[in-house]
């Protein structure tokens, strides 16, 4: 789950920047997501606990799509894959460690429930909308069962780690379909990479697994489900400009400007790794939120004032 994104070269912005990484007024603190390597009643209740202090969006990633004991679910990388009642019940632990800790009434955690597009290109399409459909319905469950219990404390939303590298277009596209159109279906963070997209030009170029600047602009934007939070890896700030230039595409040929709600860094993830912790790629929070919002800057066709929400993702394992 460590993508080692390719650091490529940069080209020059389409007007001066308005404000440098280094100057950019500093977002609040960031909330720590996790690739739930342990999903215990315990342990999700502990991992609850622990982020108490911490208020924002965040999320629980749940690893790809999997059928479980003859029902949808997803994996965990050093644990047993879980189904569908097993991510709830880890996630309703989490949510009471939380509230059980929670000291300070102003905090509340916003919770996306996070799966990914890896390893469907095998999946059927009619699968795909069935887990699609399966994650949808229990994100609103999850929703509701928080809004009776903790309300204040807690919302529940999807979250999604889609990247161009792991399948087709068309198979995610299917996922998202579904859980789109399931019924009361809240927003999901997306917490996607633009591996291979341009760094140049708008012009709908290609990116990797034969994806193009607008694949990438539908599934992170056009769908209404979709809150981009995307992934500011690489220390070279390219990741930002990928995702200015899918933004300014956007905005020049479809006139509608995507409005991003921050970004997901690695820092913690690189740093638990150990020996080298994935140089060029472990941008810290904040590095991470400033290079998105200077790269929005440089053209006032992309020019945001926003996008200062930021998490950091690490193992809990």
Known sequence: MLPLLVALAVGAAACQPIVSPQAAAPPPAATNSYYMARATSTDA???????????GRMTLFFGAPVAVAGTYGATLWAAPDRT????????????????YCRTNRSL????????????????TGAWLAGHGHAWATMVVALNAWSNRWYPGYAQVLGAWDFE??????????????????????PLMFVNASADGCPTTKA??????????????????????TSI???????????????WQLIDLWATVNK??????????????????????????TNNTAQTANNFLRWWLNTDRRTFQTGAHAMTDVRWFS
């Open 108 to 123: 509340r955690i916003l919770v996306g429930v996070g799966t990914s597009n890896s390893a469907i290109d095998n999946k």
């Open 228 to 242: 981009p939070m995307p992934q500011i890896y690489a220390t070279s700030g390219v990741n930002a400009h990928q």
């Open 45 to 55: 209740s502990r991992l609850g606990c622990v982020n108490a202090n911490r208020t």
């Open 203 to 224: 012009v709908n170029g290609p990116c990797n697994n034969g994806w193009n600047q607008q694949m990438v602009w539908h599934l992170a934007w056009q769908h209404h």
């Open 84 to 99: 569908i009642s097993g991510i709830t019940q880890a996630v309703q632990n989490f949510v009471r460690g939380y509230a």
């Open 164 to 185: 161009p590298s792991w399948s087709t277009f068309a198979k995610a596209d299917a996922w998202l379909n579904a859980y789109g159109a399931t019924p009361g279906r």
């Open 255 to 280: 006139r509608e400007l995507m409005v991003f709600a921050g970004t997901m860094s690695q820092r913690g993830a690189c740093i638990q790794a150990g020996t080298g912790g994935c140089p060029g």
